[in-house]
């Protein structure tokens, strides 16, 4: 019951904290590339797009999951901001409550895995890879380590 307790409330506290960003535009730094002038995610979801995003090495980087994920933001929001933003807060808000998971199995220890997963999720280094669109790939590789 406590487990569950704590989930939701670590859930709920991190959205409210990075619920902010979802007013956000995209950013004229790496968001082009990934999203808002790339001609294969804003194409969406395709088979086409399915073998580019394994095969490229586009942006100096290989990382086919975070190019998929791109491409069904664009096929679900289109070139809405608020819906790419959505989706990095729901990837942030679901590693939270995966650390504190994994770290409650692990140590058998409620408290200090509660503690240790507000921390990952509250800090301020993490304002970055959760506010900024073109840092799917830090959320995605967190989601996937877990």
């Not at 679900?76 to 990095?88: A, I, K, R």
């Amino acid at each position: 019951m406590r487990v569950g307790v704590i989930s939701i409330a670590l859930a709920v506290v991190t959205f409210a904290l990075f619920s902010a960003a979802l007013g956000h535009e995209f950013l004229v730094y790496d968001d082009q590339q990934y999203v808002t002038e790339n001609p294969r995610v804003l194409a969406g979801l395709s088979w086409q797009g399915v073998k580019w995003a394994f095969t490229t090495l586009y942006a100096s980087n290989w990382h086919p999951l975070t190019w998929l994920s791109h491409m069904l933001d664009v096929q679900l929001y289109g070139l809405q901001p608020l819906g790419h933003h959505l989706t990095n807060v729901l990837l942030h808000v679901a590693n939270v409550a995966l650390l504190f998971l994994v770290l409650r199995q692990m140590t058998r220890n409620l408290w200090p895995s509660a503690v240790v997963a507000a921390l990952f999720a509250w800090h301020p280094l993490h304002v970055e890879s959760v506010a900024w669109i073109a840092e799917r790939k830090d959320v995605l590789s967190t989601f996937f380590c877990c």
